[in-house]
């Protein structure tokens, strides 16, 4: 191994734990370099990378400090994706309960469609922004997705009726 592909080595080490994040480009990168590096290709294709701060730890401290860092990252986006997952739940449930306050079913569904205007459809637009500069692009596409099915599906309601 030449010192240029040590270096693409340290690299593909320290962004394989985020793989799943990373540009088309840069993921080619790295998988043209596991093909022929074994302990890349290991780690790519078994995930286990989170295995190694176990087997880091038994022979020293060696390259546990850059490492940590990126680590912190992939909890952070996971903690992101489940926090916006979260507050569209959340969203709904409040508006559901101020709307169930309601006897007749047409008053109910008047309630919940104005509630989703008026505070889902804001909050999911601010979402899609956050989601837009912390995470992925594709979390922007699923989100819009997932949105416009769920707004789609409250303006549909009265039709239950
Ligand atoms: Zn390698």
Not at 13 to 30: G, M, N, S, Y
Not at 42 to 51: E, I, S, V
Not at 115 to 139: D, E, R, S
Request: net charge negative.
């Amino acid at each position: 191994m030449n010192e240029y592909e040590r270096k693409i080595h340290k690299l593909s080490q320290e962004l394989i734990p985020v793989f799943d994040e990373l540009d088309a480009e840069t993921k080619e990168i790295i998988q043209e370099h596991a093909r022929h590096c074994s302990e890349c290709d290991r780690m790519l294709n078994t995930g286990d990378f989170m295995d190694t701060e176990t087997e880091k730890t038994e022979d020293g401290e060696r390259d546990d400090a850059p490492i940590q860092p990126l680590r912190q990252l992939v909890h952070i986006n996971r903690g992101i994706r489940v926090m916006v997952f979260l507050i569209r739940i959340l969203v709904l449930g409040v508006i559901s309960y101020n709307s169930l306050r309601f006897q007749e079913f047409g008053d109910v569904v008047r309630t919940f469609q104005a509630g989703t205007f008026l505070i889902y459809l804001p909050t999911a637009i601010f979402l899609i922004a956050f989601t837009w500069t912390f995470l992925n692009k594709k979390w922007v596409f699923y989100s819009i997705v997932a949105d416009v099915i769920i707004l789609l599906g409250i303006w549909q309601l009265p039709l239950l009726q």
